[in-house]
């Protein structure tokens, strides 16, 4: 991966670029091997970035997948077995989306 892509954080700095290949490039690099419960969740946020032009924190994040897929995807538990850490921060770096407000 070319490192000049990306912010000093990992996020992609060109939405534009993104790429599904791009995008298990950078899971890669997170430890994440992208299924296609994975893909369900990065699409979706994807699509909900292009609505509302920001990347949901987590708690937005989990609604949101809620509102999507049912409580059984839609909460921390399943996310974090998705995403490690921080669901809504590591799926929007692997989206290709700029860093989610009040994520550290």
């Not at 490192?3 to 298990?24: T, V």
């Not at 909460?75 to 860093?99: D, R, V």
Request: hydrophobic residues 40%; charged residues 20%; proline residues 7%.
């Amino acid at each position: 991966m070319d490192a000049s892509l990306f912010d000093k954080d990992g996020f992609l700095k060109d939405l534009n670029i993104w790429s599904e290949s791009l995008a298990h490039e950078i899971a890669q690099s997170e430890g994440i091997q992208l299924s296609n419960e994975h893909l369900e969740i990065i699409h979706t946020l994807r699509a909900f970035y292009q609505a509302h032009e920001v990347a949901p924190a987590n708690r937005p994040f989990v609604k949101l997948i809620k509102t999507e897929y049912g409580p059984e995807k839609g909460n921390s538990i399943y996310l974090m077995t998705l995403f490690p850490e921080s669901p809504a921060k590591i799926a929007a770096k692997i989206a290709g989306l700029p860093k989610p407000a009040n994520c550290l």
